[in-house]
């Protein structure tokens, strides 16, 4: 069921995507949709469509391509997206990231847990928007966006333990997912030597961002630039044991990162390296030494001399 509730270019195509016998993802598909105001203004893109069969969910990811607006200026953007559905369940926010670029269509991608399983089967509705005012911020339009709701509360992730290094390659508007069976105690992740390149591969940033989600989907910390260049750094203490989930992503054009949501469009391309290792415990100084240093600290402070003007 396709309806077009206003008189721009838009369509919706609500399906089912099997697995076997197992139904794994339900799945909204959205092209041309344009927002051009706040929620609920009469000139935003809003398609309506029904599941007709019983499916049960417990997150929503979504990816798509954010089309270039007609100028060639950076601003800040916001681009959102209003998915309602039966029994209460749906997302209302963010599905790109703050910052926007005019220079060319642009990805991205999230993925929020921000629900509890309930089926979907009934109606929805599907509604591009802007919370933003100012000149420009309503150029955007969205392109073969598709927004599916898995059963799995995850996305699929690639498996890595303590003292364990990988490189993997990233594209425009990718989140990359690993998954982490902490026996408890302290760990580090760190995205230091990634070679990140953006506006089309033209300049290298090497900038990165990670989010680390505990076994409910609820996030438990993140880190943009935690390294000494703009890669990323996470170090635990005593990180409870539990079954984790890694996002790692490009930060070059905004990334958000929520309680329970991680959304970007950046424009990186390049290679993710990521390590996984047991931080070095700070070693404490002997009292003694400690006092002698704190004396020739306080000895230094107030021997030195004093400026005015």
Do not use: K
Not at 15 to 43: C, D, K
Not at 88 to 103: D, K, N, R, S
Not at 157 to 184: F, K, P, Q
């Amino acid at each position: 069921m396709n309806i077009c509730m206003h008189t721009a270019v838009c369509s919706t195509a609500l399906l089912i995507a099997a697995s076997g016998a197992n139904a794994q993802t339900a799945s909204i598909a959205v092209t041309n949709a344009g927002p051009a105001g706040g929620l609920g203004s009469a000139g935003n893109s809003t398609q309506t469509g029904s599941f007709t069969e019983t499916f049960t969910a417990r997150s929503l990811s979504w990816s798509g391509t954010l089309t270039s607006a007609p100028n060639a200026f950076f601003f800040e953007e916001d681009v959102f997206a209003s998915i309602q559905g039966p029994n209460g369940i749906g997302y209302t926010g963010p599905i790109a990231g703050e910052q926007g670029i005019v220079l060319g269509a642009t990805p991205f991608s999230g993925w929020t847990s921000a629900f509890a399983p309930a089926s979907i089967e009934g109606d929805w509705s599907f509604e591009a928007f802007t919370p933003n005012t100012f000149p420009g911020s309503t150029n955007w339009s969205i392109s073969s966006a598709e927004f599916g709701f898995n059963q799995a509360l995850f996305p699929d992730a690639t498996s890595i333990g303590i003292g364990t290094a990988r490189v993997d390659n990233i594209v425009e508007g990718e989140i990359l997912w690993y998954s982490v069976d902490h026996a408890g105690g302290a760990i580090e992740f760190s995205t230091a030597g990634s070679s990140i390149f953006e506006l089309d591969g033209g300049i290298q940033t090497d900038d990165t961002l990670i989010a680390l989600f505990d076994s409910s989907g609820l996030l438990v910390d993140f880190n943009d630039d935690g390294s000494d260049d703009f890669t990323s750094l996470l170090s635990f203490a005593d990180l409870a044991a539990g079954d984790y989930r890694l996002a790692v992503t490009g930060s070059t054009l905004g990334t958000r990162v929520g309680q329970q949501f991680i959304s970007t469009s950046h424009d990186g391309v390049g290679s993710i390296n990521l390590a996984v290792t047991v931080p070095a415990p700070i070693t404490a100084l002997p009292i003694a030494a400690a006092s002698v240093l704190g004396s020739r600290r306080r000895r230094h402070a107030t021997s030195s001399p004093i400026h005015s003007s």
